[in-house]
């Protein structure tokens, strides 16, 4: 019954699979070297060897933030920012920089070597974000560090002319290529790893009743369909439970993959063919979701998916089996949460967080599939011209996601 229900799925849409193997490729070619390479090893730097960042305190209170900036790397100009603990931004004094036409985004103005802007007398902690990229190379997340606050000397000191005051570096906590705040960093900007989970959580939900999640729905069913009359709320409960924690451990383990990568999966997701490939994929989904063509899993896959669950049916190994294998089939839905948090963790190596923002993901996604364990189909919202509009909604953003 299983492999009937699979076989007569809704059109179905899959770019895990690629990413998964960019994530394999990538952590083959060079295991998680890139976060700590020494110069001359071959492997990108460090954010902050790239652009070791000192500080001078002047006697007026004002302060002096220099750069040194390895050799094959630049400095944005137009991406240095500094602001108060409340958030307010403070006027900065740069020299102009040099012009670059980056082949990505443009005209844009950069520093080699060094770079140097003086600060206004402010009083409290100060927040400094900068960011910068490879020659030819990677692109680095922002990097934001913590000046500690100095009081405002009255009279020249000659100690605070020639001191730097030490830098409390916090972990990068952004997700850009050079002018896009990311969807990871932005929520950790905001309120920290609990609105991160959160964040994912919602999207999740969001993403549950779109076309991608829904036909998880009858896989489910049919795998309860092997309980008969035996199948109380509290069983069908259990199994559907244990079916979105599997698809959520299938997300989690990516995260895994791609820490474990480190900047190679970077690399491998910021060069021509990837990032133009990725967009022409967006492109087709686009037109997919306004109606002009459908994508199905190849049979070979569906027989794949019905074959690990049809031994086991109604048992939990058999709703572990299925919901991990799946995660394999919701691709498109949840590409952009994804690649984001891929390549925020490829870049920042956080493992644990990383990999509980897309465990949360998968969370929300199974809200629908866990109250139709509990209650059955009487407990979702029937299908109409909502989903249209909601598939809709998902077109403009894929081409958002393209352009």
């Known amino acids: 019954m299983t492999g009937t229900i699979l076989t007569s799925l809704r059109p179905i849409r899959s770019l895990l699979a690629m990413l998964q193997g960019i994530a394999l490729i990538a952590g083959l070619a060079a295991p998680a ?31 002096v933030l220099r750069w040194e900036i390895a050799e094959g790397y630049y400095l944005y100009r137009d991406y240095l920012a500094v602001e108060t603990s409340r958030g307010e931004p403070i006027a900065l004094d740069s020299a102009p920089g040099v012009q670059k036409q980056d082949p990505t985004f443009g005209a844009v103005e950069v520093y080699y070597d060094r770079a140097e802007v003086r600060l206004p007398p402010v009083s409290g902690e100060l927040n400094v974000t900068y960011q ?29 002319l020639g001191s730097a005051a030490p830098v409390t570096s916090s972990p990068a906590s952004g ?30 939900l969001l993403l549950a009743f779109t076309p991608c999640v829904l036909p998880m729905i009858p896989i489910l069913g049919g795998l309860m369909a092997g309980q008969g009359t035996a199948l109380t709320v509290r069983r069908g409960l259990m199994l559907s439970a244990i079916y979105v924690l599997a698809m959520s451990s299938a997300f989690a383990l990516l995260g895994v993959a791609a820490a474990w ?37 190849p049979r070979a896959w569906n027989d794949r998916i019905s074959a690990a669950g049809a031994g086991r049916r109604g048992t939990f190994g058999g709703a572990a089996a299925l919901g991990f294998t799946s995660a394999l089939i919701m691709g498109p839905c949840v590409t952009a949460p994804l690649a984001g948090a891929l390549l925020y963790i490829a870049q920042t190596g956080d493992t644990a967080l990383g990999a509980a923002a897309l ?45």
């Open 33 to 63: 070297a890139a976060q700590d390479s020494p110069p001359g090893s071959g492997q990108p730097l460090a954010p902050r060897d790239a652009f070791a960042l000192s500080v001078d305190d002047l006697p007026d209170g004002g302060r």
């Open 132 to 160: 910068g990229c490879q020659e030819d190379g990677i692109c680095y997340p922002p990097v934001t560090d913590t000046l500690p606050a100095v009081p405002v000397a009255t009279a020249p000191d000659e100690k605070a």
């Open 175 to 204: 997700l850009a290529l050079a002018k896009d705040q990311g969807l990871v960093a932005d929520l950790m900007n905001r309120g920290g790893t609990a609105l991160v989970l959160l964040g994912f959580f919602g999207f999740g």
């Open 261 to 297: 990568s480190g900047q190679n999966l970077q690399i491998v997701l910021q060069s021509p063919w990837a990032v133009g490939g990725v967009a022409v994929v967006f492109a087709g989904l686009a037109l997919a979701m306004f109606g002009l063509f459908e994508l199905r899993l």
């Open 359 to 403: 465990f949360s993901l998968g969370l929300g996604e199974g809200v629908p599939l866990l109250l139709l364990g509990a209650f059955g189909t009487r407990a979702l919202p029937r299908t109409g011209h909502w989903m249209q509009a909601v598939n809709r909604v998902f077109g403009f953003v894929f081409l958002g996601m393209a352009a």
